[in-house]
C-alpha cells in the first residue's frame, strides 16, 4: 500500500460538530466518530490523558479520496492551530466559490478569493472551528 498523508486536527471539545459541518460542507461522509464516553475498555494512546466522556477520541470524514482526522483533547493541552493549512484544490472556480464561502462563515477571512498569476482562484481563511483553509481553484 502507497504511503498516504492525512491531516488531524485537534480540537478543545467541539470536533464532533466541525466534523458534522465539514461533512455537510465538503458533501464527505463520516465514516468514524468515536467518544471518550462511548468506547469503554479501549486504552487511550500512549501519552495520552482522560477528558470529558463527551470528547471525541477520534473522527475520520471522508470527502471523495481524501480523508480528513480529528479528534478533542483537553482543555489544559488544547492549542489553536497554526503553522500550517489545509489545502483544498478544488476543480473549479465555482466549486472554490461555494467552499470558500461556507467556510469563511463565522470564521476569518486572511487573504480573499482572487485571481492569482498560478492560479484561476486562491484565497486563505480560518474557519468557525479556527482550521486554516488555503482554497485553489486549479480551473476555471
Not at 34 to 62: D, M
Not at 68 to 74: F, Q, R
Not at 100 to 115: D, H, I, N, S, W
Request: with cysteine; proline share 9%; aromatic share 10%.
Amino acid at each position: 500500500m502507497p504511503l498516504k498523508v492525512m491531516a488531524q486536527l485537534a480540537f478543545d471539545g467541539d470536533c464532533r460538530q466541525a466534523f458534522e459541518w465539514y461533512a455537510e460542507v465538503f458533501d464527505g461522509e463520516i465514516a468514524v466518530m468515536n467518544s471518550l464516553g462511548g468506547t469503554p475498555g479501549v486504552p487511550l494512546p500512549p501519552g495520552s490523558k482522560s477528558a470529558a466522556p463527551e470528547y471525541i477520541r477520534y473522527a475520520e470524514v471522508r470527502l471523495g479520496d481524501s480523508v480528513l482526522l480529528g479528534n478533542d483533547v483537553p482543555a489544559d493541552e488544547f492549542r489553536p492551530m497554526q503553522g500550517f493549512n489545509v489545502a483544498l484544490h478544488a476543480r473549479s472556480v465555482t466549486e472554490a466559490t461555494r467552499l470558500f464561502e461556507a467556510l469563511a462563515e463565522g470564521g476569518r477571512v486572511q487573504a480573499p478569493l482572487t485571481r492569482m498569476p498560478w492560479a484561476p482562484r486562491f484565497g486563505q481563511l480560518v474557519d468557525r472551528y479556527g482550521t486554516p483553509w488555503l482554497i485553489l481553484a486549479l480551473d476555471e
